[in-house]
């Protein structure tokens, strides 16, 4: 598409990932991390002065090693042990109500899907005792989405169908944004 998915347009002020920090900020979380592939190094040096000063940026030196890596160094680079909430960067339309959903369900023992029409979608928040599981495990190569089976899923119904959106093609990054 040109840039990294975090550097895209949401609109006329924001990036993607802009849009993503502002809505966690609006909903008061106490700490956010991005993960960054270190091949987007220089791309992020150009709009890091827009994103607050509070966020933290932990650079992923082996993307190779995929999802399940990025989220444990992620976590592993956080203070806090905390519920913890992984969103992806290509889907910039996380809503203050689809958060508080996830939120009001969460405990301390499993993870939170919110739920558009008997499909999951993101973000999803993690309990203390996932982060636990993922901070100790030495295979980084496991597939998230497996290792989450191992865990009870909350579902929590939302009527929001932006939460199912994947934007991965120049196609529906026009046609979503209307650019």
């Known amino acids: 598409m040109g840039v990294p998915k975090f550097a895209l347009r949401y609109n006329k002020k924001l990036s993607f990932l802009e849009k993503i920090v502002s809505e966690y900020e609006k909903f008061l979380c106490n700490e ?12 992020l040096e150009k709009i890091k002065h827009r994103i607050s000063a509070k966020v933290k940026f932990v650079i992923n030196n082996y993307p ?22 992984i969103h992806n960067v290509d889907n910039p339309f996380v809503s203050q109500k689809v958060l508080c959903s996830l939120s ?5 023992e499993d993870y939170v899907v919110p739920i558009f029409r008997k499909k999951g979608g993101h973000p999803i928040l993690l309990s203390q005792k996932i982060i636990k599981f993922i901070t100790e495990k030495s295979n980084y190569n496991e597939n998230f989405r ?25 196609k529906k990054y026009e046609n979503l944004l209307q650019l």
């Open 104 to 108: 009001e369900q969460s405990n301390y």
């Open 64 to 85: 190779e090693r995929e999802r399940f890596y990025s989220i444990k160094i992620g976590l592993e680079n956080s203070s806090l042990r905390y519920p913890t909430f």
């Open 32 to 43: 956010i991390i991005v993960v960054v592939n270190n091949r987007n190094r220089k791309e």
């Open 146 to 170: 497996d290792f989450l089976s191992n865990f009870e899923k909350i579902k929590t119904y939302v009527n929001d169908d932006t939460i199912l959106i994947n934007i991965n093609t120049k």
